[in-house]
């Protein structure tokens, strides 16, 4: 079973998004992330244990945590500024609908706790206290919890 290590757990800037309550959906009023993994390399990418550093291939996987349905303070990046917030599990009301697809599967990431630092312009570096469920989908990496660093572009979708 892989343990999916800090190397293949490596983050690029993503987006975060506020989605107007004026949009027709679920998810009108609430916020969504796209948290991109930087790209790696296997032999096989439904195959974890041919998973490794690098994109020297034959295969590259592209991936990214994404999160929907958050319920935050707020329409734009100054409410979020210096602030913390916590989030219950999933299926616990207020949760974050988050995964990643990786080894075949979309497996279900709960983030429990978000960080904001300042915001500049449009963007905003968040930590997110993040626990990794492979197991639910039978992928063959071994579950964890990671604390991870992430700026994220803002845009807001009215």
Known sequence: M?????????????????LSPLRSGPAAGTWAITVPLAPFSAADRFDPATFCPGIDGPEIIKTAIRGEFIDLP????????????????????GYIDASIYLGGGHNPVDI???????????????VLHAAFDFT??????????????????FEQLD
């Open 2 to 18: 892989l343990e999916l290590s800090d190397d293949l757990l490596r983050l690029e800037p993503g987006q975060i998004v506020y």
């Open 74 to 93: 707020g329409s734009n990046l100054s409410a979020l500024t210096d602030r913390t917030f916590d989030f219950p599990i999933n299926p616990h009301a």
């Open 112 to 126: 429990t706790r978000m960080e904001f630092g300042a915001a500049h312009s449009q963007y905003i570096n968040v």
């Open 136 to 153: 639910q989908e039978g992928v063959e990496i071994a579950n964890r919890s990671a604390v991870l660093h992430v700026n994220l572009q």
